[in-house]
């Protein structure tokens, strides 16, 4: 019984020291960045990018899964004609921007992402506008719409973004368009964009927008 009293406590002591090594082994690997995107890019001409993972899932309705296959974009409305694109006829037919674009939520949290798309101002273009229309509503397939003046697409470089950071939108961001809605707030920055309507309703809200928020979303 001696012998054995006499190397209880130091077998106590390792097993401590080998738990609290492999506790802090854990917690620095969970403090590591992972990369979930394994095609991500994180600088771009000089810029250091956020990582996608750091834009917060924030959806009303859970992930949206869209098809590509049978995927339509309808841009109705006030305008010449309407329009039912495809995906491809969006991503395929129309010139492609590179900007990166902060987006900043109302939650307190932001991030820095190099954005590819097409320009919203080429698609209305392309459907005609009406002398009548003062806003442009979008609408996703969660139910979730916004607007914002047509001036604003008119005179700004505003991207329906299909990839972020080099990486073809994620279902869980927007998969298959999201609208960069530079310099506002995040609940404009609408996902899952399924229809494009041009307006002369003034006072549209949104689905935020009539639940309290502002209509205008300016970041300072």
Same mark, same amino acid.
């Given at each position: 019984?001696?012998?054995?009293?006499?190397?209880?406590?130091?077998? &106590?002591?390792? #097993?401590? $020291? %080998?738990?609290?090594?492999? !506790?802090? +082994?854990?917690?620095?690997?969970?403090? *590591?960045?992972?990369?979930?995107?394994?095609?991500?890019?994180?600088?771009?001409?000089?810029?250091?990018?956020?990582?996608?993972?750091?834009?917060?899932?924030?959806?009303?309705?859970?992930?949206?899964?869209?098809?590509?296959?049978?995927?339509?974009?309808?841009?109705?409305?006030?305008?010449?004609?309407?329009?039912?694109?495809?995906?491809?006829?969006?991503?395929?037919?129309?010139?492609?921007?590179?900007?990166?674009?902060?987006?900043?939520?109302?939650?307190?949290?932001?991030?820095?992402? &190099?954005?590819? #798309?097409? $320009? %919203?101002?080429?698609?209305? !273009?392309? +459907?005609?506008?009406?002398?009548?229309? *003062?806003?442009?509503?979008?609408?996703?397939?969660?139910?979730?719409?916004?607007?914002?003046?047509?001036?604003?697409?008119?005179?700004?470089?505003?991207?329906?973004?299909?990839?972020?950071?080099?990486?073809?939108?994620?279902?869980?961001?927007?998969?298959?368009?999201?609208?960069?809605?530079?310099?506002?707030?995040?609940?404009?920055?609408?996902?899952?964009?399924?229809?494009?309507?041009?307006?002369?309703?003034?006072?549209?809200?949104?689905?935020?927008?009539?639940?309290?928020?502002?209509?205008?979303?300016?970041?300072?």
């Amino acid at each position: 019984m001696q012998h054995l009293k006499r190397y209880k406590t130091p077998l &106590l002591i390792s #097993g401590f $020291l %080998v738990a609290i090594t492999v !506790l802090f +082994a854990i917690a620095y690997w969970q403090a *590591q960045p992972r990369n979930l995107y394994p095609q991500e890019i994180r600088s771009y001409q000089g810029q250091n990018l956020s990582s996608i993972a750091d834009v917060k899932e924030n959806a009303i309705r859970g992930t949206q899964d869209l098809n590509e296959s049978t995927y339509r974009l309808l841009i109705t409305g006030l305008v010449n004609k309407t329009l039912n694109y495809t995906y491809g006829d969006v991503v395929n037919n129309h010139q492609k921007y590179l900007k990166v674009v902060p987006i900043h939520c109302v939650e307190g949290w932001s991030a820095k992402i &190099l954005w590819e #798309g097409v $320009l %919203v101002r080429d698609l209305l !273009l392309d +459907a005609g506008i009406n002398p009548r229309t *003062q806003v442009v509503i979008f609408y996703g397939s969660e139910n979730y719409s916004t607007s914002l003046p047509l001036n604003y697409f008119m005179n700004n470089d505003v991207i329906l973004a299909y990839k972020m950071n080099n990486v073809t939108m994620p279902p869980e961001r927007g998969f298959p368009f999201e609208l960069v809605a530079e310099g506002q707030y995040g609940y404009k920055w609408i996902k899952w964009i399924t229809r494009i309507e041009l307006s002369d309703n003034v006072n549209y809200k949104g689905y935020w927008e009539s639940r309290g928020y502002p209509n205008d979303a300016n970041v300072p």
